[in-house]
């Protein structure tokens, strides 16, 4: 199994321009979860999915901030217009809900840099 | 609401035994994650643990307290490479987690 695979790893932008974040979840996994990380504020959820339908999104930013999961083979996070303060690891996980203890697998992380 | 206090920082010794502790105010419970996480990389599961007691897992073992509202990760005979962060975890409905602030653990030769 590939595991969940992000795009980019790493992406530098400037501020004000679009930053779309894809993520492709392990085959058969039914939860999609997406994550900010940073130093000052540790591991965030951002936004799950259940069977590719947003349960709670309580933790996106503000309305710059949008996810999509059209498929359950895939998701994007899109930062629209993207800020300084948006400069963080983001990472995308997934698991099988009503599996074994529910246990999340990450993706490698994508590092967004808003200058 | 879920609350997940963690030590910041822990420095150890090659071939010592450490223990990160964990606790935890929930208004549910429905099981408590270790996940380890390298400088630079993703967080990936360590342990579980939902009935109270030590879960043994080669050098690494995990222990709860349910009434108490705590964990314990043990790591025995450190190495080099167990230094990391390491974060507890707790669902908080459904399939959410809450993520501790984590504690980095470096290992001195």
């Known amino acids: 199994d590939a595991g969940v695979i992000q795009s980019p790893r790493h992406e530098v932008t400037e501020m004000g321009q679009e930053v779309t974040l894809r993520c492709k979840p392990i085959s058969g996994h039914n939860s999609l979860f997406w994550y900010r990380q940073t130093m000052m504020r540790g591991l965030e959820l951002l936004i799950y999915?259940?069977?590719?339908?947003?349960?709670?999104d309580s933790g996106m930013p503000e309305d710059r901030f949008s996810a999509k999961m059209p498929n359950a083979s895939f998701s994007t996070l899109k930062i629209q217009p993207s800020e300084p303060r948006d400069s963080a690891v983001y990472f995308c996980a997934s698991s099988l809900a009503g599996g074994r203890k529910n246990i999340q697998y990450f993706g490698a992380g994508t590092r967004l840099s808003v200058l | 609401g879920q609350n997940i206090d963690q030590p910041t920082e822990m420095t150890a010794t090659e071939g010592a035994i450490v223990q990160i502790n964990c606790t935890y105010q929930t208004s549910g419970f429905n099981g408590l994650f270790w996940y380890q996480q390298h400088a630079g990389e993703a967080p990936t599961f360590l342990s579980y643990n939902v009935l109270d007691g030590l879960e043994e897992k080669g050098r690494f073992s995990s222990f709860l307290s349910r009434s108490k509202g705590y964990s314990y990760l043990l790591l025995k005979e450190l190495q080099m490479k167990d230094s990391a962060s390491y974060l507890c975890a707790v669902p908080n409905y459904g399939q959410n987690f809450v993520f501790g602030p984590g504690t980095r653990l470096s290992v001195l030769p």
């Open positions: 999915f259940n069977n590719n339908v947003p349960i709670d």
